[in-house]
C-alpha cells in the first residue's frame, strides 16, 4: 500500500491510499466474528466503529462467506475469478454489484475470486435457514 498526500490547487492538500490489488497484503478474514482460513482481506478503510469501509477480500478455491445481512448497501467489483451466491446468481470478472440494504445471501467460490468491496452501514450474521 502507498499513502502519501499532494497539493491540489487553491492549497487543498490530497491524502491517499493506493493499493494494487495484485500487491496487497493479505490476512485472515474474520469481520464475522470467527476467523475463515478460506478468506482473507486487505483493509483500505474498513471501520469497526462505523461498520463502514473498503476492503479486498480474496477467496481461496472453495472458499464461503458467511450467511449475512445488509444493514446498508454493500457494493462490490469482481477484480478476479467468479463467485456464485447461495441463489445460483454468477458474478464474474468485471462484474460491479450493488445490494441494498435488507439484502441476505453468502458467496461461494470454486476456483478462487479477488473482490473489491464497498460496505456501508455494516452486515449480521444469519443462519442460513433465514436466506
Same mark, same amino acid.
Given at each position: 500500500m502507498r499513502e502519501g498526500t499532494g497539493n491540489m490547487s487553491a492549497g487543498r492538500k490530497v491524502?491517499?491510499?493506493?493499493?494494487?490489488?495484485?500487491? @496487497?497484503n493479505f490476512e485472515t478474514y474474520s469481520l464475522q *466474528?470467527?476467523?475463515? @482460513?478460506? %478468506?482473507?482481506?486487505?483493509?483500505?478503510?474498513w471501520s469497526d466503529e462505523d461498520n463502514s469501509g473498503f476492503f %479486498?477480500?480474496?477467496?481461496?478455491? *472453495?472458499?464461503?462467506?458467511?450467511?449475512?445481512e445488509h444493514l446498508g448497501y454493500e457494493e462490490f467489483v469482481i477484480l478476479?475469478?467468479? %463467485?456464485s451466491d447461495?441463489?445460483?446468481w454468477i458474478y464474474r470478472t468485471g462484474d460491479?454489484?450493488?445490494l441494498s440494504?435488507?439484502?441476505?445471501?453468502?458467496?461461494?467460490?470454486k476456483t478462487g475470486a479477488?473482490?473489491?468491496?464497498?460496505?456501508r452501514g455494516g452486515f449480521i450474521t444469519i443462519d442460513a435457514d433465514e436466506l
Open positions: 491524502r491517499r491510499k493506493v493499493v494494487n490489488f495484485k500487491e @496487497a *466474528g470467527k476467523p475463515q @482460513a478460506d %478468506l482473507s482481506w486487505h483493509n483500505i478503510s %479486498l477480500i480474496k477467496f481461496e478455491p *472453495g472458499g464461503v462467506s458467511i450467511p449475512h478476479e475469478g467468479e %463467485l447461495h441463489d445460483g460491479c454489484v450493488s440494504k435488507g439484502s441476505r445471501h453468502f458467496s461461494t467460490s479477488i473482490v473489491a468491496v464497498f460496505v
